[in-house]
């Protein structure tokens, strides 16, 4: 974890009391990579996050955040994760710079570096979301920038908010995580949020299975990861080896945009599809997810079934989302 930031919030100051050191230690601080996120802090955010979903269907908004302002700022194209940071921080009274409809608007066109971006945008800013198709990218702005930068996906590399509203999502319908059977299926390899979310598996007792075509598996620095850690873990290229047996099917989208090969993409895009066939043979009590977008994985038919828990997932990122808001900014 990086150094502590100072936060300034730029308007009202005289309304707005200075960010409280509440001793939870996220305020001021980054967050990179799920590797940041040990159980008790993850237990703080759900606990958090649980709160704000009570307050929204309760009074729909707080002022929590009045007088803060969070840059949106996206070089890769995003629906939830903008979508749920906006609605997070206006839900919480903050205000918004979105630059979200594509960084050719911004100067970013004009040949500015990510490193000249932040540094202007925290002139505006209290914390700063960035999503870039690089790999590290999201350490480098924070390296850069005084104030708090929350990665919303670099790359291949990770996808810890989205990690982190995954687990909820599994802990929230499910009642447990410890001593799950959770099967991750698609893009394996450079799917980021199958990344984070099984780095953060590691902490649980959990068994895993890895469903992929030959050319998408996980990542081999992430399968040792698993490994070291003991958990009772097998890889398959088909879905019906695990179908039966899985507590949670996480489901993802081939990654076309990472292909330098398109010929290669075409060859295993269509490779799962979760069909209502395959779901009778899935446990009653079980879970089907996906980050979305979905392009194909999962039949439109599967959407009535109560173990579709897909969009029930996109809800739960605005509930993290502004947990993670309020704990980066001190008003937890
Ligand atoms: C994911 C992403 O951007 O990594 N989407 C999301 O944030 N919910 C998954 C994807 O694009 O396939």
Redesign the pocket.
């Known amino acids: 974890m990086s150094t502590l930031k100072t936060l300034t919030p730029l308007f009202n100051l005289d309304d707005v009391p200075a960010p409280r050191h509440t001793g939870n230690g996220f305020t001021g601080q980054d967050v990179i990579s799920v590797s940041q996120f040990d159980r008790p802090r993850l237990d703080y955010i759900f606990t958090r996050a649980r709160e704000m979903r009570a307050m929204v269907k309760r009074v729909g908004a707080s002022d929590l955040l009045k007088g803060f302002v969070l840059a949106c700022l996206f070089y890769?194209?995003?629906?939830?994760?903008s979508a749920s940071f906006i609605a997070a921080m206006e839900r919480l009274g903050g205000s918004v710079i979105p630059i979200t409809q594509g960084v050719q608007f911004s100067s970013v066109s004009k040949g500015e570096t990510l490193a000249d971006t932040v540094r202007t945008l925290e002139q505006y800013a209290d914390v700063i979301v960035l999503?870039h198709p690089e790999i590290g990218s999201a350490q480098l702005a924070a390296d850069y920038a005084s104030v708090p930068v929350i990665n919303?996906?670099d790359g291949a590399g990770e996808?810890p908010t989205?990690a982190l509203l995954d687990l909820f999502t599994i802990q929230d319908e499910l009642g447990t995580i410890d001593g799950l059977k959770i099967a991750m299926v698609g893009?394996l390899r450079y799917?980021?949020?199958v990344h984070s979310l099984t780095k953060l598996l590691l902490q649980y007792k959990v068994s895993l299975r890895f469903v992929s075509p030959e050319i998408l598996r996980l990542p081999l620095t992430i399968m040792n990861e698993v490994i070291d850690a003991g958990l009772d873990v097998r890889e398959t290229h088909d879905v019906a080896d695990v179908i039966e047996n899985a507590d949670v099917l996480y489901v993802?989208?081939v990654?076309k945009e990472r292909f330098s090969d398109l010929a290669q993409y075409e060859e295993v895009k269509d490779h799962y599809e979760i069909t209502p066939e395959l779901m009778a043979r899935a446990k009653q009590k079980m879970i089907v997810m996906h980050?979305?977008?979905r392009v194909g994985e999962i039949h439109y038919a599967v959407d009535a079934d109560p173990r579709a828990a897909y969009f029930r997932q996109?809800q739960n990122?605005m509930y993290i989302r502004m947990a993670l808001l309020a704990a980066v900014l001190g008003r937890a």
Do not use: I
Not at 76 to 81: G, L, V
């Open positions: 890769e194209p995003s629906t939830r994760t999503r919303a996906g996808h989205q893009d799917g980021r949020t993802t989208r990654q980050p979305l977008p996109v990122g």
